[in-house]
């Protein structure tokens, strides 16, 4: 079992950047397959982008692709998500989910709080 600590939102402005961070405690983390999702108001959770339990391999939703980037470190329990040219669409609460060597999805079982991220225009 982990617990997910999300981190790293803001407010920024179109074309700018930001790092968000997920931080787990437990063990093994290395286990867990790890992924971002987003919501925006009155709208419903979508995936952003994942990172498998095995080998490191990343998806990413097509509107996000070129534009962020996913990696791991497991010494320190955390995926980070590097999100540059960010646009006014972008703008959600971005939680971070975990599932125990199988794929992220909108049932996964570990959740974090959240973090809010806005774009202005």
């Known amino acids: 079992q982990v617990q997910l600590v999300e981190s790293g939102g803001g407010l920024v402005q179109a074309g700018g950047s930001l790092r968000l961070s997920c931080t787990a405690s437990g063990r093994f983390f290395s286990n867990y397959g790890v992924g971002w999702f987003r919501q925006a108001p009155e709208k419903d959770r979508e995936f952003v982008a994942s990172?498998?339990?095995?080998?490191?391999?990343?998806q990413f939703a097509d509107s996000v692709k070129g534009r962020f980037t996913l990696s791991r470190d497991n010494n320190r329990n955390t995926v980070y998500l590097q999100m540059n040219l960010l646009k006014p669409e972008d703008t959600a609460v971005y939680y971070c989910?975990?599932?125990?060597?199988?794929?992220?999805?909108?049932?996964?079982?570990?959740w974090g709080q959240g973090t809010q991220v806005t774009v202005s225009s």
């Open positions: 990172i498998a339990w095995s080998g490191g391999t990343t």
């Open positions: 989910a975990a599932n125990f060597r199988a794929p992220v999805t909108l049932r996964s079982p570990y």
